[in-house]
Structures are given as C-alpha cells and as structure tokens.
C-alpha cells in the first residue's frame, strides 16, 4: 500500500455527511484501503494476557485521570478495574463537597478571573462561571514522567486552566487566559519540568473583543498561551495563523507543536474547510524566551505578546503543511517524533522534532520535517503508544484503534514496499475520540493497558433514553494483538484520560493544619481570637456574624446559635476528629448550603440571614451510628 497518500480521494463534503454515508464510507475504505493484516472485531475477554479483574479488596496498579467534560468536573479512575475512585469538582458547583459555594472554593474560582469577566459575572449576580468543559487533564511532568505534585485541566467554554494539587486531590488555582475564547488543546513541558501548561485558544476573536471589531472575521486572531505551572500566570502569548487545535511538548524542552484547522480562517463550515492542506505550527521556545527576555514582545492585558503568524516571518513558528484539518497532536514516548491525526484525512503525520533545528536555521523546509504520513483508516484523531514502538490511532468513522509500528511506517514513507506499518485494526463500540495507554505519555511508557474512550454506546447498554452514556473500554495492549476486555458506561463526555501508575501518585490521608487550602479562615479565626481546634463560639462584628464551631463524631461544637435578619453570617466548620475516611459534612436547610470538612480540614461558607424562623444544619455525611443526631438549629430573629 502507498503510504503517501493525501486525502484518498475522500471529499471533505462527503466527511461530513449523514451517519449512513459515513457507514457507506467506512466500507468503502475497507475495500479500497488495501491494508494488509487486518485482525477485525473485537477478541473476547478470555484472550487476555494479563489479569484484568481486580478483586475485592485489591487495589488497582494505575489511577486514571478522566475529564468530565461537560460537567466541567474530573473523575478519578482506577484501572484495570475502570472503578470510578473519586470525582474533583473543578469548573462545576458539587453539592457533595460545597465547590463552587464555600468561601475557599468561591476563593480559587474567583480570584484568577480577568477584570472584565468579574464584572460581567457581578452585573448577572453570580459568584462565578457556573459551568466548564474540562477535555485534557495532564499530571506535572520531572525530567520526562510524572512528579505527582500537580495535574492541569483546561475549561473549552470560559477560557480557563485549573489546577488541581494530587496531595489532596483538590484544585488550587485557576486562571482565566486573556486573548481567547475557548481553551482546547492542553499539554505540559515535559523536560525539565512543568513548567509551562500549553494551551491553546482555539476560536479566533477580536484583541482585544470590545466591540470595535465585530463581523470582520479576518482580523480575528488566535494566541497560543505559555501559562506558568508554579505561578499559574501567563508566561507568554505568540499569534499564530489558523484555529489551534491540539497541542504536545518535545522531550527535551526546546519546542511544542499545535495542530491547527481552519487555515482558510473563515467563520463558516464551508470557509473553514476550502483547502486541500492545514499545518501543524512549531514553536520555538528559546527563541520565544529570549524575546521575551529581551523585551520585543508587546504587553496586552498585562502579558508579553509575540506575533508568530506567517507575515511576520518570525523565529517563533513554523507551520508545517499537513492534510487539512487535523486534529490529534501526539509525541512518542522516545521523544523523537509527534504525530498529528488527520480527522478528515485518513491519515497520520510524523513529524522529527530533531529536525526543527534545521529547520529553525533555515537549512531544510517545512515539508522536510516529515518523515512519514501513513494512510490508517477513516477519522484518525488522537494516537497513544506502547514504549515498544507503536502507535495506536483511534478511527472516529471506522469505529476501530489501528496499531501501526513508528519506523515500519517511516520505511514506507521512504519508499520501502516490503514493509506493511499496520499491525492491527480493532473493533470498538462506537466512534472514538481519544485514547491512550499506561503511562504513554512519559519515557516510561509501558504498553500494558489502552483506554479507547468512545462518544457512542448505542446498544451496549440497558437504554437510559435519547441521551446514552459513553462507553470507555480497557483493551489490554500487552501482546501483539489488542484485546478487548471490558466496556464501562461514563456520564458525557470524558474526551481524554491519562493513565498514570500508582506509585507515583501520593495523596495524604488526613489534612495538615497548616494547609493554604484554609489559611484565610484560620487567620481571620487567629484575628477573632478563635482557637478553631478547640472553641465554639459567636462572634458578633456589627452587621457581619462568624460562627465557629468543631465537629467531632457525633457533634457540632453548637447545638443552636441565634442571628438577625439580614446579618451576613459566616459559619466556619473545623473537623477536630483525625480519624482516617472520617468526613462531616454542614447543611443548612432552607438555605440551600452544603459542604464537606474533611478530617482536620476547615471549610467556611457565608450567606445572609434573610429568611427568619428556625432552621436546621446537619451533618450530610453518615459519620456515626448517631449522625442523624448530629445536627443542630439556626434562630433567626426578625
Ligand atoms: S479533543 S476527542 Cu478535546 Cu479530540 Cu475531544
Ligand atoms: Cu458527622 Cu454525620
């Protein structure tokens, strides 16, 4: 088969067809394809190598980092079991935990904000965004594999990237990127260490959006954003040409890539999709930090800007013509390569990073940076490796992963005809869109186990009406063939997952009293002369009222307290019980408050007393044989 091959012949048109013509055309890549040993439908489970039930009581051997897509949260997993572990609020409000209304998470939810969204969410009356759309969740990065201190998370809608501590599995920071709406792609420095957080803007706008420049799409523009992972603020911002799509980092901390649709740069679906050919842009991140350094960037919102977009023929970017619209941008665990996926072209692209120096230099072109584009099916869009030399492409149309070997598709693209890259296609139920393997994304990678994380379940569950769950499913990659070994329904829509394996991740079991999580209570409690361990007490502050209470297994430090009508009261829970697992949780009905207090922790809320009577809080958490007792009675005085 030939391996250089563009679109195949496929129009863009008929890509984006009805599902039957899509059906139509998955068979009639099948037949025309030409692809040699293909292995299809899925294995049963029995065939697997390797052990993929985890018995009761046993733990799993790798935590899996799931977004939660639309519901803006991040699901921790445990796999091989695919046993959902835990859920961090992020972007979302969660009624189990108190996000997105105590004051602490009210605090990290806010206060990385740009000024002009906090004065748009104060006009509507609302404490913060009250949605997100998490796709990339990726752990902090030393010298190449994960360091356990951090994982990234981007939110598409608001332009936002959280970062969550895995000490506590709780987000600490969160900060809005100026210049963009939608933050897509999201991907670590890997080397020495994280670092930046790429991210990229993926819709084009208005810089800056104030009205001025409304329909006049060919001044929008697109930013690529360097965010500091220590400081949670904005490194660098370079324009570049085109929708940025997907973006990776090298192994060696010298250049990033992004994939970029839209080249055309128009705002309609025809528009975007008129031409043959889009780039993967590079980016030099020397070059891009001595300018920095130098001060040639010019400050916007308080960041530096660099313009790396064609016309200004820069040493920042190069743009590396590939199949129109990719999608995937994928670096292999050697550090040699990345890939970038075609989505409407049925094939993948690698490119050497090696070669970006030369490149950078001047001395090759941009097409000479690729060293192999091999034709992999129908909707390639995102690609996970196994350290052992090949890769594993999901097919959105074709509802299949295809393995191919790295150098076998490199010698076929250099013109060797003995060579046949496809190792193997594998059913999965239905349309994939990302996957990815144990521990693909470090120089550890380990090939043991594949998440195919599928957008369609269609039959493969009891029917819950129109709106199904996705389905993710475990294939075990140790062998040479793939092996599908177990379907697990997800809320929509995870998108991505890593998996990481477990010794490197370490949280705590008990909070430490000197968290930053609490800091500010536990200084306006030091202010109000509070010893939060141990007193139980009103402090009245003209209009302002803070109640400080303990809980401790079956009892809160205040069996009632009284206020006014209309006091702004801020009730103030320390969990004093250090007992492992041994959460309490504060609800004041009637008021619709909520909150978890984790053991040792403290966690504040505040609200106004403007509805008179009684009113109960109780303990939300089944802590005690007498937690139902656990409770007790607001007065409210006219
Ligand atoms: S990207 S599959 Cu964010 Cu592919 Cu969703
Ligand atoms: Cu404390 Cu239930």
Redesign the pocket.
Known sequence: MSSKTDDGGISRRDLFGSTAKLAALAGMAAAGGGIASVVGGSASASESKQAYEVQPGQLDEYYGFWSGGQTGELRVLGIPSMRELTRIPVFNRCGATGWGRTNESLKILTEGLLPESKAFLKKQGMLTFENGDT??ARPSYTNGTYDGRYLYVND?TNARVARVRLDIMRVDKITQIPHALGV??LRLQRYPKTGYVFCNSEFRTPIPNDGKILDDYHKYKCVYTALDGETMKVAWQVLVDGNLD?TDADYAGKYSAATCYNSPEGVTLEQMTNKERDWAVVFNLKAIEAAVQQGEATMMSGVPVLDGRKAARSNFTRYIPVPTSP??CNATPDGKYFVANGKLSPTVTIIEWAKLDDLFAGKIKEEDAIVGQLEVGLGP??TTFDGRGNAYTTLFLDSQIVKWNIDDAIKAYKGDKTVKPIRQKLDVQYQP??NNATMAETHEADGKWLVS?NKFSKDRFLNVGPMKPNNDQLIDISGDEMVLVKDDSAFQEP??ATLVRRTLINPIEIYKRDDPMFADAVAMAAKDKVDLLNDSKVIRDGRKVRVYMTSVAPKFGLSSFKVKKGDEVTVVVTNIDDVVNLTHGFNMTGYGLSMEISPQATASVTFTADRVGVYYYYCHQFCHALHMEMQGRMLVEA
Request: neutral net charge; charged residues 15%; glycine residues 20%.
């Open positions: 796709h990339h598409k897509h792609g997907n999608h995937g869009l995102h869109g990302h994380l998108h991505d």
